[in-house]
């Protein structure tokens, strides 16, 4: 005699939703190292949350972190610019986007 396989059917298995979570705590905190080391990215503040016991994906803290709506930081790049005279210099362009 065989048994029949339960999971043979996709209509059996499905995944069960949980709801939205409740990530006050987690915002709170992302603001206030955003707040206090201004020129951290999100790569940083994930790193510094991963050492305190946060177990947030950085999906989920990339996501908070935008939806704050803080500065994010460029990268600056060296520019060659021409004076009046034809004379070459270099000058260096920071940005901010937000």
Known sequence: MRLPCLFDRRSLVYYK???????????????????????????????????????????RTRRIYSERGAFIWKKACICDIADRGGAKRQIIVKSIRG
């Open 17 to 59: 939703l949980q709801g939205p979570r409740d990530d006050r705590a987690v915002r709170a905190r992302i603001k206030e190292i955003a707040e206090t080391r201004v020129r951290y990215g999100i790569a940083r503040i994930h790193v510094l949350l991963r050492r305190e016991g946060w177990t947030d994906s950085h999906k």
